[in-house]
């Protein structure tokens, strides 16, 4: 791929986050095929699209919906296999628009090695229409982590410093792992290298919650300013200045937002000003939380 450009905006670590709050009208997702959401991404064309994958040995399916959760369409990923789809995530570079979707679920840390689909970001459907249609990967990823097998449900992309990110969820803590990018087409399998350990941990007042402290998805701001990173409990925002690096970012103690009171929450999205954070949850026609400034 072709060197990438990124404006990266200076602000202030405190900049996003302090007056997200969660909105109380209820959405659910109207999509009978979309029963184990895992992972979510706000599209890069309009924000009120969003893009959602099911978990494992489902279909290798991307399924679109709009903000109000009405289903618009679905999208085949042609060659590739959904053994543990675990996250998406929506960035651009190049004047391009991509999704790169995170096969990197490992419940019982046993999986020689995961994988990384990159797809272009189809054109979105006409008001009226919905999406049918079928695409190849541009780049299918090959990688393993430096010190073994690791579950991870939680991916994203930085185009300014290059990396995707990804969070281990099973470990104790969590710890933040990264691959290069750009990435061509011949690379061999890539190495994850571990970055730092990190802390999603629920406040002591909250009630008991079942692997509230486990990282179940993550998205980016596009100018790498801010980390959203949710758990069973709820979630957590790590801001980050221009000159700071994410092994800065994810050593600090993190936002909390108010708990999303999900079920099973794994999905997470983030429009591109930061302004807007949405949640789901697995479960048939799931409720689609909004955090919202």
Not at 46 to 54: A, H, Y
Not at 210 to 219: E, R
Request: proline share 9%; with cysteine; glycine share 6%.
């Amino acid at each position: 791929m072709k060197a990438m450009a990124c404006l990266c905006l200076c602000l202030s670590p405190a900049a996003y986050g302090q007056d997200l709050q969660k909105t109380e009208q209820k959405v659910t997702i109207q999509s009978p095929s979309l029963k184990e959401a895992s992972g979510l991404a706000v599209s890069s064309r309009n924000p009120d699209f969003l893009w959602l994958i099911n978990d494992s040995d489902a279909p290798p399916l991307v399924h679109l919906c709009d903000v109000k959760g009405n289903e618009r369409g679905v999208v085949s990923v042609k060659g590739a296999k959904n053994v543990d789809w675990e996250d998406i995530a929506s960035f651009s570079m190049n004047g391009e628009n991509f999704l790169l979707i995170a096969d990197t679920g490992d419940n019982v840390s046993k999986r020689d090695g995961c994988t990384l689909y990159l797809i272009e970001e189809p054109t979105l459907p006409a008001p009226g229409s919905n999406l049918t249609m079928e695409t190849t990967p541009r780049l299918t990823i090959s990688f393993t982590y430096e010190d073994g097998p690791r579950d991870c449900e939680s991916v994203a992309v930085d185009v300014c410093s290059q990396e995707i990110l990804l969070l281990s969820k099973r470990t104790t803590p969590p710890a933040l792992y990264q691959l290069p990018l750009p990435l061509r087409g011949n690379d061999p399998t890539l190495v994850a290298r571990k970055i730092c350990p990190m802390e999603v941990n629920a406040p002591p007042s909250a009630s008991p919650v079942s692997f509230g402290n486990q990282p179940t998805g993550m998205a980016l701001t596009p100018e790498g300013t801010m980390a959203a990173v949710v758990t069973y409990y709820g979630v957590f925002l790590f801001p980050k200045a221009k000159q700071e690096s994410w092994k800065d970012a994810f050593s600090r103690k993190p936002q909390i937002l108010a708990p999303h009171q999900l079920p099973q929450a794994e999905a997470i999205g983030l429009a591109k000003d930061g302004k807007t954070i949405f949640v789901t949850s697995e479960g048939n026609n799931p409720e689609l939380v909004t955090y919202q400034r």
